[in-house]
T-cell receptor
Framework: KQEVTQIPAALSVPEGENLVLNCSFT??????LQWFRQDPGKGLTSLLL?????REQTSGRLNASLDKSSGRSTLYIAASQPGDSATYLC?????????????FGSGTRLQVQP | SAVISQKPSRDICQRGTSLTIQCQVD?????MFWYRQQPGQSLTLIAT?????????ESGFVIDKFPISRPNLTFSTLTVSNMSPEDSSIYLC????????????FGEGSWLTVV
């Protein structure tokens, strides 16, 4: 059974800092990995999706990497802003084409202090 | 991309009652997924809903408690039956978008509080 772990559980940084969020998964047979952002009491917003054959994806100040063989992904946020404060979730989709639902980590709650 | 609308966005429900959550997508999709997020927790898959067939439920979730309908390729409902305070959660509908590497999209969620 796939298990996804995110470290740290919570992080507080001053505005302007670069930061890294970590995600690890136990079964490397994944189809893709997706990073989401969730604001309190809200749904999830997709940030980046990395296919299993890719090493990284970038969108603006965000960069996500994937090392499938070691079961790890990182989300790098450059020049953090107070508006980045949210919970960040990573999720993996299994290689099994008959099962497309995601398995989620427990999230990293980020607070960026102005 | 896919735009997903969920109703209600928030509700307070009495113990023992049932509530139906609606999920409308702006494009036709094959699979729709229903998740639950209990307070302070991550997302747990309830079931996968395909049009024209019975929903597939995950371990710990049963059809009598969470009946699901999928009448067409753009719409689904999840009913939370005979609610108890333990059912207080955010319920989220999600779909797999076409193109963009099969990105998964989520609705805004339905936040239910059972009193």
């Amino acid at each position: 059974k796939q298990e996804v772990t995110q470290i740290p559980a919570a992080l507080s940084v001053p505005e302007g800092e670069n930061l890294v969020l970590n995600c690890s998964f136990t079964d490397s047979a994944i189809y893709n990995l997706q990073w989401f952002r969730q604001d309190p009491g809200k749904g999830l917003t997709s940030l980046l999706l990395i296919q299993s054959s890719q090493r990284e994806q970038t969108s603006g100040r965000l960069n996500a990497s994937l090392d499938k063989s070691s079961g790890r992904s990182t989300l790098y946020i450059a020049a953090s802003q107070p508006g980045d404060s949210a919970t960040y979730l990573c999720a993996v989709r299994p290689m099994d084409t008959g099962r497309r639902a995601l398995t989620f980590g427990s999230g990293t709650r980020l607070q960026v202090q102005p | 991309s896919a735009v997903i609308s969920q109703k209600p966005s928030r509700d307070i429900c009495q113990r023992g009652t049932s509530l139906t959550i609606q999920c409308q997508v702006d494009s036709q999709v094959t699979m729709m997924f229903w998740y639950r997020q209990q307070p302070g927790q991550s997302l747990t898959l309830i079931a996968t809903a395909n049009q024209g067939s019975e929903a597939t439920y995950e371990s710990g979730f049963v059809i009598d408690k969470f009946p699901i309908s999928r009448p067409n390729l753009t719409f689904s409902t999840l009913t939370v039956s005979n609610m108890s305070p333990e059912d207080s959660s955010i319920y989220l509908c999600s779909v797999e978008g076409t193109g963009h590497g099969n990105t998964i999209y989520f609705g805004e969620g339905s936040w239910l509080t059972v009193v």
